[in-house]
């Protein structure tokens, strides 16, 4: 603070119709500033800043040719004192004695005899050196922002905006005058363009102390943006203006308007900052040099105006605006050097129909989602405390959530864990236990899949028949008898109604499953030497199945379910398996050369091809169309990252080396892996964090365990199927188990020869 006798530097002059800029008054920190009456007890003083006759005249006259004053409710609280020996021939006032604004005085000090109030002091703004003979106050001037980035007095900045030189967010200081500005994700009327540079009441910023150790802007703009997430829009906006802190700057709200209304100019400008140019009276974000969007590192900049420019031409194809699209890849997408083969990709677009543009780009449309996909991936590449992403506070729940599950050995409930308290479940609720063991296989145990609804089994291997189970009380529904070899894999259908089951005598079986009858059969594999057929998968849409074999003109072939060929994917190694995602975007294939080959399941086209140092037995892709799981033959199981073939976890301790080993994932959420082994055991690791939990003996030895198979609609039941002929369904239940099987054979009226036998091998 300036003492009261120190020299000050001369003001900046301004314009007639602008209030002087002084300096910034300190408001109080826990509540928001209110104008008081002259009557009330005397308002703080400002920092001392000394006028002088010679500073007023240089002020430049006013061009509007009506005279106004400031309102004096948008003056912040000053006092003024009496300087000896100095007069203001533009002042007002009721002693002849010359006076100086006096900043900086404490909350709670009075003013000194020498002050006069603010309606004694007030200053009317006329032409040069005359005092304004109007009692009109005007309305203040607009700010605007400028190459300091947006400010509204001296030291304040907007919380999370740009900021010049660092392109980055500032925190404001705590005991600042904060300025609000519409954003989205938070606006004063929900749905509606939010204001470029409309000024909020002043509103005291929050005590800075950490909240537990955490940042204290962080959390509250996280709750804020969690709020309006959750619907609760007015909540929002009160926790925004006690805490005067916003979710996003308005250059940030007006970047995201810009992206999801088409406006490619202004979004670029927003992104990476407009170069100072004449652009008019008025108030604009770009009045002056703005900085752009701060972006996290080691950002490519030309790939985002990549992005921004290729959405902008596919709007024009689609638009069949063909010139102006013609132009934007000359002009606009070709100088930034992208890869060739997507500029020649972009180019061929020209002369295809709206429906094959959108098929050919794998793109919805400027209608559809595609302008939210664009912000959603270059969001990305903005610093997240510029433009905080998308529901990030369910985001971090859920990493609160998956962490406890990843310390949680024996996680296996089908609901979400609660955040009301830590997770950990009980081993014994965990299926440890062999509650039941079937003896109607003829051979050895190969494949074997619950249906989708968890109310069937199907189990095939050495022998030539495929049976079916009931779930409800294990009892064989369907004996499949027609195969004359033996059955190496089967499938169902995503409705759980057909079957497709594929033996080493060539052919492919498609069955009925509520009546057990065949519907078709494929026998277009037919080649000299041993079995072929090795391999079955569904589409999602249940219309079409791919079959994989080790030999013939067919290794790799989609079919349609009457039986005719719809595609061939004439590969030239050996399928030994195959996967196709749950979302229909991916297939798998594995083969017996060591090699792993994804294509693009609806374009047909192979995308990668990797080749690995062990062979491998089988493949499984999770629910969520993420991940491969794949079995090798040097006793590992890893899990791959489709999109990049990254290994994310390896599960060791299994034995596997000579024959075929199927795993699986288990669990309620898939955060199970198990497997079987050569040693006649069955293995069980946490996926996350690759801890193997369990290794569970039943089978006889010698022997392997080839298949495992975990129950989807039931958390505690998974099958296991072995070289004993037996499969043995395993769960945390024993006698009860018993007795409810009983109970619903009985319901039932079965009068069959029974197909079960307990632990102690009893019928």
């Known amino acids: 603070m300036m003492s009261p006798g120190s020299a000050v530097s001369p003001l900046k002059s301004v314009l007639a119709d602008e209030a002087p800029q002084l300096p910034n008054a300190p408001i109080a920190s826990d509540h928001p500033f209110t104008p008081q009456p002259p009557q009330s007890s005397p308002c703080p003083t400002l920092p001392t800043a000394h006028y002088t006759p010679a500073d007023l005249s240089n002020t430049a006259p006013s061009s509007s040719s009506q005279t106004v004053q400031p309102s004096l ?3 912040p609280p000053f006092s003024y004192q009496v300087l000896p020996g100095q007069s203001n021939p533009r002042r007002r006032r009721r002693s002849s004695s010359p006076i100086r604004l006096a900043h900086g005085a404490s909350g709670g000090e009075q003013s000194s005899s020498n002050t006069v109030t ?21 309305p203040r001037k607009r700010p605007r922002m400028t190459a300091q980035g947006m400010r509204f007095h001296q030291d304040a900045s907007t919380t999370n905006g740009t900021q010049n030189g660092s392109k980055g967010s500032k925190r404001s200081s705590p005991n600042s005058q904060h300025v609000s500005n519409g954003t989205n994700g938070h606006t004063n009327s929900h749905g509606s363009m939010p204001q470029k540079n409309g000024v909020h009441s002043p509103v005291a910023r929050a005590t800075t102390q950490a909240f537990y150790g955490h940042d204290r802007e962080e959390v509250t703009r996280l709750i804020i943006q969690g709020l309006d997430d959750l619907g609760y829009h007015e909540a929002a906006n009160t926790l925004s203006r006690e805490s005067g802190y916003e979710v996003e700057s308005p250059a940030v709200a007006l970047f995201r308007h810009a992206v999801l209304q088409g406006d490619w100019r202004e979004a670029e400008a927003l992104l990476f900052g407009s170069e100072p140019a004449d652009q008019g009276g008025g108030v604009s974000i770009h009045n002056g040099d ?14 985002l105006r990549f992005l921004l420019r290729k959405q902008k031409y596919l709007e024009l194809l689609e638009s069949k605006d063909l010139g102006r699209a013609l132009m934007v890849l000359r002009q606009e997408l070709t100088p930034l050097k992208q890869e060739r083969s997507q500029l020649q990709q972009l180019s061929s677009m020209l002369v295809n129909t709206p429906d094959g543009l959108k098929k050919e780009a794998q793109w919805d449309g400027a209608t559809g989602q595609s302008r939210n996909v664009l912000l959603q991936e270059l ?16 985001d971090l729940l859920d990493q609160v959530k998956r962490n406890q599950i990843s310390h949680c050995l024996y996680h296996n409930p089908s609901r979400s864990p609660s955040l009301f308290a830590d997770h950990m479940c009980d081993r014994s609720q965990f299926p440890l236990r062999t509650v039941l063991e079937l003896g109607q296989n003829a051979g050895e145990v190969w494949a074997m899949q619950f249906s989708h609804d968890g109310k069937m089994l199907a189990t095939s291997g050495q022998a030539t028949d495929v049976l079916i189970y009931d779930t409800n009380t294990f009892q064989v529904l369907h004996r499949l008898t027609e195969h004359t070899d033996h059955v190496a894999c089967l499938a169902w259908s995503p409705d759980d109604r057909k079957l497709i089951t594929c033996s080493h005598d060539k052919t492919a079986r498609l069955w009925d499953a509520p009546s057990g009858q065949r519907i078709l059969k494929i026998d277009h594999h037919n080649h000299p030497g041993p079995g072929t ?22 290794r790799l072939c989609l079919w349609g379910i009457d039986g005719e060929p719809l595609f061939n994917w004439n590969v030239d190694y050996r399928v030994q398996d195959c996967a196709i995602s749950p979302n229909g975007k991916r297939m798998v294939v594995i083969s017996s050369e060591c090699q792993i080959a994804v294509y693009n399941y609806e374009t047909r086209e192979e995308e990668y091809s990797i080749l690995l140092k062990s062979k491998m037995t089988c493949v499984n892709i999770s629910q969520d169309s993420q991940h491969m799981l794949i079995n090798m033959a040097n006793s590992e199981i890893q899990l791959i990252k489709i999109d990049n073939a990254e290994i994310i976890k390896r599960y060791m301790g299994q034995q596997q080396g000579e024959f075929v080993i199927r795993s699986t994932f288990g669990g309620a959420d898939q955060n199970l892996i198990l497997s079987g082994s050569e040693d006649a055991k069955v293995y069980i690791w946490h996926k996350e964090n690759g801890t193997l939990i369990e290794t569970l003996e ?12 975990w129950n989807p609609t039931d958390p505690c ?3 296991s199927g072995g070289d004993d002929h037996k499969v043995r369904i395993w769960s945390k239940e024993n006698n009860d188990f018993q007795a409810k099987r009983r109970n619903r054979i009985s319901a039932n009226n079965y009068s069959g020869p029974s197909s079960f036998r307990d632990n102690n091998g009893r019928e």
Not at 118 to 138: H, I, L, M, W
Request: charged share 20%; with cysteine.
């Open 73 to 75: 409710q948008d003056l």
């Open 118 to 138: 603010e309606e004694e002091a007030y200053v009317g703004r006329g032409t040069k050196g005359q005092p304004s003979t109007t009692d009109k106050s005007p």
């Open 290 to 303: 703005h900085q752009g969007l701060k972006f996290v590192e080691g950002v490519d900049e030309n790939q």
């Open 379 to 394: 969001s990305r590449s903005i610093a997240p405390s510029v433009m905080i992403p998308e529901h990030r506070l369910a």
């Open 533 to 554: 057929l090795t391999a079955a998968a569904w589409s999602p849409d249940g219309q079409s199945f791919v079959t994989g074999s080790l030999h013939g003109n067919h």
């Open 698 to 709: 039943g089978h006889h030895s010698p022997g392997c365990v080839n298949v495992i198979a």
């Open 717 to 719: 039941m998974f099958a």
